[in-house]
Nanobody, 124 residues
Framework: QVQLVESGGGLVQAGGSQRLSCAASGRTFTIRTMAWFRQASGKEREFVGS????????SYADSVKGRFTIDIDNAKSMVYLQMNSLKPEDTATYYC?????????????????WGQGTQVTVSS
């Protein structure tokens, strides 16, 4: 099993920046891909971005491309989401996810492990 714990959420003004962290523990050697998803109130969970551990290759949703960056520290089993130029529509609960495959998948159901989520609120 793998446990994921997010941190770093909070309230930020539009145009500002915020950095989320996700700490992985347990059988982390089984994890090949990590990702961030988000879920706004009343909406479905959506893909934000993903990163492949072995080579750092990333994939992003069009809505965040150029504003958000994912990076990873394999030695510490940490993954980060740097969010810049935040907009009110970025307000959501952000979830860290991981799966044992190498696909930079955008599909929720392909990720076996999930954190509890951290709230990000962007005020206008």
């Amino acid at each position: 099993q793998v446990q994921l714990v997010e941190s770093g959420g909070g309230l930020v003004q539009a145009g500002g920046s915020q950095r989320l962290s996700c700490a992985a523990s347990g059988r982390t050697f089984t994890i090949r891909t990590m990702a961030w998803f988000r879920q706004a109130s009343g909406k479905e969970r959506e893909f934000v971005g993903s990163i492949r551990r072995v080579n750092g290759k990333t994939s992003y949703a069009d809505s965040v491309k150029g504003r958000f960056t994912i990076d990873i520290d394999n030695a510490k089993s940490m993954v980060y989401l740097q969010m810049n130029s935040l907009k009110p529509e970025d307000t959501a609960t952000y979830y860290c996810a991981a799966h044992e495959g190498a696909s930079l998948s955008v599909r929720v159901h392909e990720y076996e492990y999930w954190g509890q989520g951290t709230q990000v609120t962007v005020s206008s």
